[in-house]
């Protein structure tokens, strides 16, 4: 069992920086790669990053490439999400996500483990 608590979530102004922290504990060897959704009132969980653990290969969704990145401690145990240039659009509640198997992706089916989730919401 794989265990993910988001924090970092919190209201901001378009055009700010947020950074969102993924806690990963239990059994995180199982770990093959993390990922990080979104969503929003009414829509779809929507991708937003995936990242293969071996070698911290990472994509992004096209709606925040260039203005988010990843990045993890040492020991492996904490993602971050660096949100940078935020917009309206970006507010949603955040889901960091683990997979146990494959390389992540975009799909939510992916993945095995969920975290709570943190909100964030950007004013214009």
């Known amino acids: 069992q794989v265990h993910l608590a988001e924090s970092g979530g919190g209201l901001v102004q378009a055009g700010d920086s947020l950074k969102l922290s993924c806690a990963t504990s239990?059994?995180?060897?199982?770990?093959?790669?993390v990922g990080w959704f979104r969503q929003a009132p009414g829509k779809e969980r929507e991708f937003v990053a995936s990242?293969?653990?071996?070698?911290?290969?990472?994509s992004y969704a096209d709606s925040v490439k260039g203005r988010f990145a990843s990045s993890r401690d040492n020991a492996k145990t904490t993602l971050w999400l660096h949100m940078n240039k935020l917009r309206p659009a970006d507010t949603a509640v955040y889901y960091c996500?683990?997979?146990?198997?494959?390389?992540?992706?975009?799909?939510?089916?992916?993945?095995?483990?969920w975290g709570q989730g943190t909100q964030v919401t950007v004013s214009s």
């Open positions: 990242i293969r653990w071996i070698d911290f290969y990472t």
């Open positions: 996500a683990a997979a146990q198997s494959g390389s992540g992706g975009s799909l939510t089916s992916a993945y095995d483990y």
């Open positions: 239990g059994r995180t060897s199982d770990i093959s790669a």
